[in-house]
């Protein structure tokens, strides 16, 4: 059984940073590619970063570009995402995904979720 597990949210005020980690379990192999993605109540989950397990090139949303970052090791199947200059519309629910095919950035690509970690930033 695969598992994801998040853990790194908490809240924190606007400028701060916080450091998510998704430590990936279970007969999973190797991710060709993990993400970050987030959702607030109401709204669709959104991707917020992906990364190549192959050559570790990244892609993020433009709304976090710049101030987020996404890395991995993969001898310990985890993926980070450290998160700079925080925003008060960073709050959401941050998830872990693994395991791509097809458009990399929708939510529907992906076959592992984790539980999620809720991250809030106060203005």
């Known amino acids: 059984q695969v598992q994801l597990v998040e853990s790194g949210g908490g809240s924190v005020q606007a400028g701060g940073s916080l450091r998510l980690s998704c430590v990936a379990s279970?007969?999973?192999?190797?991710?060709?590619?993990m993400g970050w993605f987030r959702q607030t109540p109401n709204q669709e989950r959104h991707c917020v970063a992906i990364i190549w397990a192959s050559d570790g090139s990244t892609d993020y949303a433009r709304s976090v570009k710049g101030r987020f970052t996404i890395s991995q090791d993969n001898a310990k199947k985890t993926v980070y995402l450290q998160m700079n200059s925080l925003k008060a519309e960073d709050t959401a629910t941050y998830y872990c995904?693994?395991?791509?095919?097809?458009?990399?950035?929708?939510?529907?690509?992906?076959?592992?979720w984790g539980q999620g970690t809720q991250v809030t930033v106060s203005s």
């Open positions: 279970g007969d999973i192999g190797r991710p060709n590619v």
């Open positions: 995904a693994a395991v791509a095919a097809g458009n990399v950035f929708s939510r529907d690509a992906y076959k592992y």
